[in-house]
């Protein structure tokens, strides 16, 4: 399975930016079946979980998103969506978006888009 992260960019701290991450052709099934969701790594720290969905629409958010992001898919267009508001300077990092279906052992990893948010 191919996914393919966008909408990274320059952003001013308060801003926000919705990231979007899609599944290739041909993968509807991994897609529909599977949780997704978005990661990130910013400096100094390991990759960390940002947001997660299921394939039944059920969500959850680390801590530190404290309500800024939200995180949707869309089953048709086999895509998620990270929905970024009230941006800080430590938000800045590369967000990996992520498909993962353990009773299926699939785990996928999207290339990775940078998000930078200046203070």
């Known amino acids: 399975v191919q996914l393919q992260a966008s909408g990274g960019g320059l952003v001013q701290a308060g801003g926000s930016l919705r990231l979007s991450c899609a599944a290739a052709?041909?993968?509807?099934?991994?897609?529909?079946?599977?949780?997704v969701g978005w990661y990130r790594q910013v400096p100094g720290k390991q990759r960390e979980l940002v947001a997660n969905?299921?394939?039944?629409?059920?969500?959850e958010y680390a801590d530190f998103v404290e309500g800024r992001f939200t995180i949707s898919r869309d089953n048709y267009k086999n895509t998620v969506y990270l929905q970024m508001n009230a941006l800080k300077s430590e938000d800045t990092g590369i967000y990996y978006c992520?498909?993962?279906?353990?009773?299926?052992?699939?785990?996928?990893w999207g290339q990775g888009t940078l998000v930078t948010v200046s203070s």
């Open positions: 992520n498909l993962r279906n353990p009773m299926a052992n699939w785990d996928y």
């Open positions: 969905i299921t394939n039944f629409g059920r969500a």
């Open positions: 052709s041909g993968s509807g099934f991994h897609f529909s079946v599977s949780a």
